[in-house]
């Protein structure tokens, strides 16, 4: 380990003793050793006792920078587990970071643009919209045409931090599996892996806004979701202008409330939103935290979302949506067999995985869990207990599928937020349904053909000429093939007659050998028997040649 990572674990142990998160530690038996180790930094107090526990957590995780800010806010959605005061503190990470100065801010902008800032903007606004961990907003006006936009700047000095957690996150990856060999199927450093390009992806706002272009275009004319428009012409790899939206953050319940949105309709939207950029996109919005979704103030019987900084980003291939969409409608029907069955043919688990030991090891799990009503069950928890179960048959995690199983987490978080009896269950099943259908079903044979017509079309001219060619290479080939077989044959013989010569002539000076031994009256006999051996050698090395 180098000497700045050690630095490094140093200096993030030193911040968590500092805030006293030890008191988070259950006082269990397999926690000793970490209570132990807090014994031995001595030397640590807890600087900030007459804070609140939810408080020092956010100070330390804030402290700490990006990647550790990131964790909390994914935290702050679970309000399942988490007790009010620790979430709504771990709430504020997600756009009241502490915000760096507004001149600093202004001289990055000028940098980038490379004009003064007036030359673009008016009635730029020093004093931060919002703060988070990668960068803050800050208001204006185009000077073109007058229309109010926020500009996005990332925060100064911030890559050498996220780099350093990142060096440690790898060194401790490549330590876990030798220390617990079992945790090999993790995979942590491919996990690692997919984690850094993520963080690298918000760093490039330019990508972010090519992100906000296509989730924008997904879903134009969409009243489920408003992606605000994007100024390209504007944008650059540190800076992002768009258009400023005007909306109700979506955790905050009561100002919802109080201006009548039908909350169980917006809570079943936003699971709708998220499967239909699942499967229907296969693009989906991988950040989709409270401080990231804002719902619109029209029209609150029939709410609209509004989502804001699309940097992170996922997709998945149409084998992996085609399992997990068959594995989630399994779940549905409690068809466990097809869940155990999917997880091998999907190679999430080791093909030679008993079928029936793995189906009964979910269904131990999860028919538990199925005699509360559906409305009472957390996807989360269920996709959990499956991941815990399945670790026990060597399931691999699965890099691709990390990022999906955090979002539907958010999910899950702000919906039972805003609609506690949300069932997700029943929302999502329709949805799966039709999916698959249409995966499977004519309209699926149909669309196929449509898509691929006018590829046919266009190759249709060739087809005579391709058929000869084919023909031609065919006869080719089975002329190679031919005189490969007959070029075998003949080394087949020659080996076999090489063989029988190297027998013969080990024969013949054996016994060439043993007579001149034996009796020196026959030893012109016993000669001619040793060269005759010899020849004999030497023919087969021949053959072999």
Known sequence: MLLGEIYRLYFIIRVMLSYGLDELMPVTRLTLPLRIGRRLFFWIPNLHVERALGERLRLALQELGPVWIKLGQMLSTRRDFLAPSIADQLAMLQDRVQPFHGALARKHIECSMGESLEMWFEDFEPDPLASASIAQVHTAKLKNNGKEVVIKVIRPDIMPIIQADVRLMYRLARWVPRLLP????????????????????????????????????????????????????????????????????????????????????????????????????????????????????????????????????????????????????????????????????????????????????I?????????????????????????????????????????????????????????????LWNTAKPFLEEWIENQVGLSALFRAIKEKAPYWVEKLPELPELVYDSFKQNIMLQKSVDRLTAELQKQRLRQGQAYFLFSMGATLLLIGTFLLAYDANIALVSVWLVIFGIVSWFLGWKRTV
């Open 182 to 361: 079992g945790s090999r199927r993790l995979r942590p450093m491919e996990v690692v892996l997919e984690y850094e390009k993520k963080l690298l992806d918000e760093l490039n706002l330019l990508r972010e806004a090519a992100n906000s272009i296509q989730l924008r275009r997904n879903f134009a004319k969409s009243s489920m979701l408003y992606i605000p428009e994007v100024y390209p012409d504007y944008c650059s790899e540190n800076i992002m202008v768009m258009e400023r939206i005007y909306g109700i953050p979506v955790n905050d319940i009561v100002a919802l409330k109080k201006q009548g949105t039908n909350m169980k309709l917006l809570a079943e939207r936003g699971v709708q939103i998220f499967f239909t950029q699942v499967f229907r996109d296969s693009f989906f919005h991988g950040d989709m935290h409270p401080g990231n979704i804002f719902v619109s103030y029209e029209h609150p019987e029939n709410p609209q979302y509004i989502g804001i900084d699309c940097g992170i980003v996922g997709s998945l291939n149409k084998k992996d949506q085609r399992y997990l969409a068959e594995n989630f409608l399994a779940f549905f029907n409690r068809d466990y067999r097809k869940v155990a069955e999917l997880h091998v043919d999907s190679g999430w688990v080791p093909p030679e995985t008993s079928i029936e030991d793995f189906e009964f090891a």
């Open 363 to 423: 269904r131990a799990v999860c028919e538990l869990m199925f005699e509360k009503p559906l409305a009472e069950i957390s996807f989360g928890h269920v996709l959990l207990n499956l991941f815990h179960t399945a670790r026990r048959f060597n399931m691999e995690v699965q890099p691709q599928l990390v990022l999906l199983q955090k979002t539907l987490l958010y999910i899950e978080g702000v919906g039972r937020q805003l609609y506690p009896q949300l069932d």
